[in-house]
Structures are given as C-alpha cells and as structure tokens.
C-alpha cells in the first residue's frame, strides 16, 4: 500500500500564495505518476496538476501560470506551489498517485481558503 499526507493549506487573501506538500509512504517505488485535484463546495473534483517520474507535467488550463508542480524523488514527496491565489481556487486539495504495481492512491486532502 502507499499512504499519501498532505499539508500546506490554510487562509489566505487574494493574491497571495501557498505551497502544498504531500509526503508519500510506504510502498513508494515504482509509483509513476503524482498529482494535485482539488473539489470546491458543490462542485466534482477536478484535475489540477500532474507530473511524471521522468518530470513531464500538466496543468488544467484554470491554474496555467499561477501553480507550478514538483517531486523529490529522494523524498518521495511532491508539491504545488500555488501563486496569484484567486477565490475561485478554494477547494479541498487532494494528492493523488498512480502505482505502476499497486494502482490508485489519495490522500486525505488539505483545504485552501482564498478570501478577504
């Protein structure tokens, strides 16, 4: 099994910036892909970033600019690093990691609250 915690989010103004980190465990090799979705109030969750082992990445077209993905591999940890903030970016934030053996893994979620 892998085991995924995330941690980084809280309050924060308009404008303002946060970097959220997942730390992974457990079974953590061969695990190919890791990602950020997020799910705002009333709304299904959607994809925000993805990033390869081989460091390809991708981005939702709403987060283009503002969010930047990264891994440490030594770490087995990943980021997002979450600038610009807009209110529309509040949203519990999820870590997700695709297992090449294993299969699919979330986290529990970390909420992020862009408000005045």
């Known amino acids: 099994q892998v085991q995924l915690v995330e941690s980084g989010g809280g309050l924060v103004q308009p404008g303002g910036s946060l970097r959220l980190s997942c730390a992974a465990s457990?079974?953590?090799?061969?695990?190919?892909?890791m990602g950020w979705y997020r799910q705002a109030p009333g709304k299904q969750r959607e994809l925000v970033a993805v990033?390869?082992?081989?460091?390809?990445?991708n981005y939702a077209g709403s987060v283009k600019g503002r969010f930047t993905i990264s891994r440490d591999n030594a770490k087995n940890t990943l980021y997002l690093q979450m600038n610009s903030l807009k209110p529309e970016d509040t949203a519990v934030y999820y870590c997700?990691?695709?297992?090449?053996?294993?299969?699919?893994?979330w986290g529990q979620g970390t909420r992020v609250t862009v408000s005045s």
């Open positions: 997700n990691v695709d297992h090449r053996r294993l299969g699919v893994f």
């Open positions: 457990g079974n953590t090799f061969s695990i190919y892909t």
């Open positions: 990033i390869t082992s081989d460091g390809i990445t």
